[in-house]
């Protein structure tokens, strides 16, 4: 279902006349971005985006990544991105879809390890991640019982030199990398910069 970089559930699911999420139309095929965001929507949860091929690979991890290889973090697969939905930072407007305030948590670069379009279709992606919170070797490892509707996945942390250390987490490390805000600072600020933006030049 989700094989070919498609952004039409992403679409489908937002009103952009109502949101100032990126709508995606332009699809440039660029591969090696990395980045999460922090976002509280219904519940907190961490969504990590692997740019290829023009678009943002993304699962949602309730827990977020932990630095202990013996943990195995829950990393549902949804829909692909859009690339520029890597630079986005704002609040969700209120009865759209995932509503809540979303920061740039973490960005940078991943490397795969292996081959990532195989790695796709065995359920097994295995790459590195240069980010400023974050960094090393990781896998994703996709369950069987996931099915075409719903693919869960495991986030795990792989042995280098960065196992075991002390992992950052939304209450250790808050702040946006972009902005240096926290969802708290985005929750108060009641329109995004760029809905403020766009206010003030259609009114003067
Ligand atoms: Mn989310």
Redesign the pocket.
């Known amino acids: 279902m989700r094989q070919e970089s498609d952004l039409s559930e992403y679409q489908r699911k937002r009103n952009f006349q109502n949101t100032d999420e990126p709508e995606g139309v332009k699809i440039p095929k660029k591969s090696g971005d990395y980045m999460i ?1 922090l ?1 509280d ?1 219904r519940r907190l ?1 961490f ?1 990590l985006r692997l740019e290829w091929k023009g678009v943002l690979k993304s699962w ?1 991890i309730p827990k977020g990544p932990s630095y202990d290889p013996k943990v195995k973090r829950l990393a549902v697969r ?1 829909e692909d991105h859009p690339d520029d939905y890597k630079s986005y930072e704002g609040v969700i407007p209120d009865k759209s879809y ?1 509503a809540g305030p ?1 920061l740039i948590w973490d960005a940078g670069n991943f490397i795969p390890l292996d081959d990532f379009d195989r790695g796709f279709k065995k359920g097994h992606l295995r790459f590195r991640i240069e980010g400023i919170k974050l960094k090393g070797d990781w896998s994703l490892i996709k369950l069987k019982e996931s099915d075409e509707k719903k693919e869960n996945w495991l986030l795990v942390k792989e042995n280098d030199e960065y196992a075991n250390s002390i992992t950052p987490t939304h209450e250790n490390a808050p702040e946006s990398v972009a902005t240096g805000r926290t969802l708290e600072e985005l929750k108060t600020e009641k329109k995004s910069l760029k809905q403020i933006l766009k206010k003030i030049l259609f009114l003067n």
């Open positions: 965001h976002h929507a949860h969504d949602a949804t995932g979303s």
